[in-house]
């Protein structure tokens, strides 16, 4: 045990006594030419390191510099700027006066992706041809550096495309390893923050640069992020994701591939591509398993929010800051800068508390005229498809849409959009609607449209219409019906043909029939002021007790009936007495007939007939 002792100290006080006879002897501020002329020749970059370099022993052998920049050739402002930057080098090439760098790290450093640090070509620089059918040479392959490793801590990276507003990504961390055949790990770490918003980003990827610049492929094993912040759920957003990555530099194309992304309770797949450009072009095509629009849209569900906010339960919401230059962009500008073709198919989406199945999206935008081919699923056991257009080439978008409704219930779409109006059954519905932005709101107050619609195995709750008309005709005859504790209206069947002008929902051709009634009439609602104003005749054809003329005539009538004022606390007004008045005056008048026919040849018959004629 003592000579094991013995020897390991012999080597450490050899190692020792070399690395301080390494550090005597070897100036590393001879290496300072050197390192800015094999960055200049390799990458073209200008690498210009301020203040004196010098040794660092332990843990690692290392050179450290102060102060440095790494400058693209022309650009007007530095790419890299670091605090510090550490060397690690490799002992024994020091002996013969060799420096090879196992890892460069750079800590507080500042990269900016902008105009300002681009390259800026010679114009009198030979072009090379587009298509270019030589072999590579191997000295064209890979990375435009030969480090196996590269370590960046606690630095900000800032890239901004042309006039667009800059993007600052801090806190960042990154490891990354690469071996002889430009196979690379890369571990990464940062943080965004924008507009009152912060995503935390990290993820591990191994990378293939064996044929870059031209093409750069990366598999995304695993990929973490979260989103809070204003006009988010309260919760934030948050999942996992990983993928297979593809870059094209000829092309300037960038794909994706085996797509597997969750975002809280949703999921999504898939696979992509865009053309990068002045104006890219996306081609998309996913699915998902479960899309919650309620979990990762903010106050998606109004009529939700709006109940909690009465119970003195809900929490003020923060939201985003009005930016000033964006005050005065048309609604879904965006748009135009852009081009794409998405194909969706989920089998599950939730969208303000509806349940939608089997959601299939055919979708095109091309700059700025978006185009819905299709747009259909279930809902509640009923079908419904949405195509349309929405065009915002213009300062004003112009929407259009042809909805088609097979028996959806219609309690749900009310309660959806927060409609204080208690019916049910199954809405079947074909129209053709026009309008401007593409929201609810927007929807009551600005949009116009007609529509044929079909309700089935309806109830009204609120007003019972034969109840009201069979009391009305108890107090007014001696004629009885039978006893209902029914507070609803039901119909096995309602049709309509319906006309929306600028928030107001008109209801003509009305009809509707079940055993015990049928109906008719016209009238119209104010989805604004939420208000209505409905007239309806209304024949009572059961629900009497025994058998009389009267009766028989009350299943043949149609009893005029008003309803009229806010939703939430209708008025009615029921005009059965003058019904009953005019059945009693043909009741009289016919009776009169009869027995002036039958007394014809006197003089009183003949008086009571003039009479008559003159009725």
């Known amino acids: 045990m003592r000579r094991i002792l013995t020897t390991l100290m012999i080597l450490l006080v050899v190692i020792v006594a070399g690395l301080s006879a390494l550090v005597l002897l070897v100036n590393p501020n001879d290496f300072r030419d050197y390192l800015v002329r094999q960055v200049a020749d390799r990458s073209g970059y200008q690498l210009q390191l301020d203040g004196p370099l010098r040794w660092h022993v332990w843990p690692q052998l290392s050179i450290l510099s102060g102060r440095m920049t ?34 460069v790290m750079l800590k507080g450093a500042v990269i900016e992706l902008t105009p300002a640090t681009e390259a800026i070509k010679d114009a009198q620089a030979p072009v090379a041809p587009r298509e270019n059918t030589l072999p590579q040479a191997p000295e064209d392959r890979g990375w435009s550096f030969d480090i196996a490793k590269l370590q960046v801590a606690d630095s900000v990276l800032v890239f901004q495309h042309e006039d667009d ?89 960038l794909s994706f591939s085996q797509l597997q992304l ?3 309770d949703s999921t999504l797949g898939g696979e992509g591509s865009v053309l990068l450009g002045d104006k890219p072009q996306w081609q998309l095509n996913v699915h998902s398993d479960k899309l919650n629009l309620d979990n990762l849209l903010s106050q998606a569900n109004p009529s939700a929010d709006s109940a909690v906010s009465q119970q003195g339960q809900s929490q003020p919401r923060q939201q985003r800051p009005v930016i000033a230059d964006s005050t005065n962009q048309p609604d879904y500008s965006s748009l135009r800068a852009f081009s794409a073709a998405l194909q969706l ?19 095109t935008n091309n700059y700025g005229l978006l185009t819905l081919a299709e747009l259909q699923g279930k809902l509640d056991g009923g079908t419904l498809s949405l195509p349309g257009r929405l065009d915002a080439r213009q300062s004003m978008p112009v929407s259009a849409f042809e909805p088609k409704l097979d028996n959806i219930q219609i309690g749900t779409l009310l309660k959806a959009f927060n409609y204080s109006i208690n019916l049910t059954g199954k809405l079947s519905l074909t129209g053709e609607f026009e309008g401007g932005k593409i929201d609810a709101d ?14 089935l195995d309806s109830r009204a709750e609120g007003l019972n219409f034969q109840q009201l008309v069979q009391q009305a005709v108890e107090r007014s005859t001696n004629v009885k019906a039978k006893e209902s504790l029914e507070s609803a209206t039901r119909l096995d069947e309602f049709t309509s043909s319906m006309t929306l002008d600028n928030g107001t929902l008109s209801l003509n051709d009305m009809s509707g029939k079940s055993p015990m009634m049928a109906l008719g009439g016209k009238g119209a609602m104010d989805l604004v002021k939420e208000d209505a104003d409905m007239r309806f005749d209304v024949t009572v054809l059961g629900g009497w007790q025994g058998e009389s003329k009267l009766i028989d005539t009350l299943k043949n009538t149609a009893i005029p009936l008003r309803v009229y004022g806010k939703w939430d606390a209708l008025n009615y007004s ?34 009571v007939k003039k009479l008559l004629d003159k009725l």
Not at 81 to 100: E, F, G, I, T, Y
């Open 70 to 103: 790494l400058t693209e050739p022309g650009a007007s402002a530095p790419l890299v700027k670091a605090d510090n930057m550490r060397l690690d080098v490799a002992l024994m090439p020091l002996l013969s006066h060799q420096l090879k760098v196992n890892q």
């Open 165 to 253: 507003e800059q993007v600052t990504v801090r806190d960042i961390k990154l490891q990354m390893d690469q071996d002889d055949h430009y196979q690379a790990n890369v571990d990464f770490s940062g943080r965004i923050n924008r507009d009152q918003r912060d995503l935390n980003l990290s993820f591990t990827a191994k990378v293939n640069a064996g044929e870059y610049p031209h093409a750069l492929t990366a598999s995304f094993s695993q990929l973490n992020w979260q989103l809070k912040g204003a006009d988010l759920p309260p919760q934030g957003i948050a999942g996992q994701a990983s993928l297979q990555a593809e870059w094209l530099e000829e092309q300037k194309r």
């Open 262 to 264: 969750t975002a809280n």
């Open 345 to 363: 198919k989920a089998g599950q989406i939730l969208w303000r508390g509806m349940n939608f199945t089997d959601v299939n999206v055919l979708a």
């Open 442 to 455: 927007s929807f009551r107050r600005s949009w116009q449209g007609q529509a044929k619609l079909t309700l």
């Open 574 to 607: 029921l005009q059965v007495d003058q019904v009953l008045r005019k059945q009693l005056q043909s009741e009289a008048r016919d009776r009169l007939k009869a027995w002036a026919d039958k007394n014809q040849d006197s003089q009183s018959g003949k008086d």
